[in-house]
């Protein structure tokens, strides 16, 4: 009796130290689990990384005028690292960007800045309006991320025409150009 006592305590005994010690499929889970649960750190920690260099690098370019959005996680890093840091970085660079761009905080003299608008406005004008009109723009204001200036037709006489251009992270692009429209407040003339 003692023997069967000692025998099923023994086995109880193993059984314990094999179902603590992880024997089994359940340590494979366990481990396919942890290496997911990195995995996914890794993809984080790129992420994060990508965003704070993004940022940083659009900002600059906003404040130069430019935009050129190229991420460089360096080498050596895992892919799910890789793939993180590459999303984190576009979006920090468009956040960077837009934030130059909306301070106003641009190196770029205002010169440059109402050349580049007044490009923009007759590009948009020709796009929208009949052949082989020709334009001028006169009276451009710049407000913040908006601009406004009327296109003079100098190939035909016709009435003036108002030209709203809205800029973002790409540049100059055109919202509205007609007669009916009704001016910002910002804009005088």
Do not use: R
């Not at 366990?30 to 993004?54: I, R, T």
């Amino acid at each position: 009796m003692k023997l069967k006592i000692v025998a099923v305590g023994l086995f109880s005994l193993l059984f314990l130290f094999a179902l603590f010690a992880g024997c089994g499929s359940n340590k494979n889970q366990v481990s396919e689990s942890e290496n997911e649960l990195l995995k996914q750190a890794d993809h984080d920690n790129g992420v994060s990384q990508g965003y704070s260099d993004g940022f940083e690098g659009g900002y600059e370019d906003g404040k130069n005028g430019i935009s050129n959005p190229q991420p460089h996680p360096g080498s050596g890093v895992s892919a799910e690292f890789a793939a993180g840091y590459g999303e984190g970085f576009i979006n920090g660079y468009e956040d960077g960007n837009s934030k130059a761009v909306a301070e106003g905080g641009s190196d770029i003299d205002e010169s440059q800045e109402k050349a580049a608008v007044e490009s923009a406005m007759l590009s948009f004008v020709k796009s929208n309006a009949v052949p082989g009109l020709e334009f001028k723009i006169q009276n451009i204001i710049i407000h913040e991320n908006d601009a406004a200036g009327i296109a003079v037709c100098t190939s035909e006489k016709l009435e003036n025409a108002l030209v709203l251009m809205k800029k973002d992270s790409t540049g100059w692009h055109g919202v509205d150009f007609g007669t009916g429209i009704e001016p910002p407040s910002w804009y005088s003339y």
